[in-house]
Nanobody
Framework: QVRLMESGGGSVEVGGSLSLSCATSRDDYRPKCMGWFRQAPGKEREGVAAIDSGGVATFADSVKGRFTISKDNAKNTLYLQMNSLKPEDTAMYYC???????????????????????WGQGTPVTVSS
């Protein structure tokens, strides 16, 4: 079993920045694809960004040019740098990861939640105007 632990959420004003992190509970866990999802109140969960083990990333259109996803393979930690934040970015943000072994659906299906077996508890992001 693998646990994912997000951190870094908080409140920020429009135009501000936040950086999210997602640590995994096992050093020997090497998923081929990890991603970030978000769910705003009253809305469905949506894929934000995903990255494969080679560093190829994919982004939702709504965050392209503003968000960056990266992964420190040595620390087995996933990051999401969010810049130029907008009120519509307000949501609970979740980290997700594929099974290991298996997976390999990034980047083509990296924003689809059925790719992932493991999910974190979420970290809240609030953007106020």
């Amino acid at each position: 079993q693998v646990r994912l632990m997000e951190s870094g959420g908080g409140s920020v004003e429009v135009g501000g920045s936040l950086s999210l992190s997602c640590a995994t509970s096992r050093d020997d866990y090497r998923p081929k694809c990890m991603g970030w999802f978000r769910q705003a109140p009253g809305k469905e969960r949506e894929g934000v960004a995903a990255i494969d083990s080679g560093g190829v990333a994919t982004f939702a259109d709504s965050v392209k040019g503003r968000f960056t996803i990266s992964k420190d393979n040595a620390k087995n930690t996933l990051y999401l740098q969010m810049n130029s934040l907008k009120p519509e970015d307000t949501a609970m943000y979740y980290c997700a990861a594929e099974p290991d072994p298996g997976g390999g659906y990034c980047p083509r299906r990296g924003l689809m939640d059925d790719v992932y077996n493991y999910w974190g508890q979420g970290t809240p992001v609030t953007v106020s105007s």
